[in-house]
């Protein structure tokens, strides 16, 4: 069985290909470069795709930067630092699990794979709109109306296995995988090696979860 994996190079798109593995799926990887400001997640993300096996990976280019609005992608806006609110922050990128999914779905189509994965949770996130199980649903019904493959009734399924996770739940569940944390970079302004600032929502969320797992913490740390 052929599968379209999401990979970010982050703790939770790493744990998700570890769980696409494990249910014995040959794991086609896409990751993006949106010209994010953290793009040390890919070069994260080619080791681990190279250190868990996949059977190919490819980084897809994406000029969503050009017309700003998150702090992610401009850089004349501020990674927020304060406590993690039920607000949607300004490093909610316009509408990019849309066009990720979008481009998984052209993908598997091409290759004849109809399991799509992709690491979002609605709990233990940072409220973005399009890691809900609404928008997932609503994305699979698109896939299958907007396809040959789904006219044809091959159905297409996204997989969404972190979805009712917490991040403590999802950091043992990858552990139990034998997933390498320490290859991984979920922190939105992380340095050229990677090394992550500890003070960003991604990083705080990260933390609390290596916390409550009752686990060292396998983040690699600017030092201050």
Known sequence: MKAVVLLSGGLDSTTCLAIAKHQGFECHVLSFDYQQRHKAELHAAKKIAKHMGAASHQ?????IHQWGGSALTDTHL????????DEIPITYVPARNTLFLAYA?????????YDIFIGVSQIDFS????????FIEAFETLANLA???????????MHTPLMHLSKAETIKAGVNLGVDYQLTVSCYQADDQGLACGKCHSCQLRQKGFQEAGLVDATNYQKL
């Open 105 to 113: 779905l052209s993908f598997a189509e091409a290759i004849g794979a």
């Open 59 to 63: 980084i897809v280019n994406l000029a």
């Open 78 to 85: 501020t990674i927020p630092e304060d406590k993690v609110s």
């Open 127 to 134: 409220n973005y709109p399009d890691c809900r199980p609404a």
């Open 147 to 157: 396809t040959k493959a789904g006219v044809e009734r091959q159905a297409f399924k």
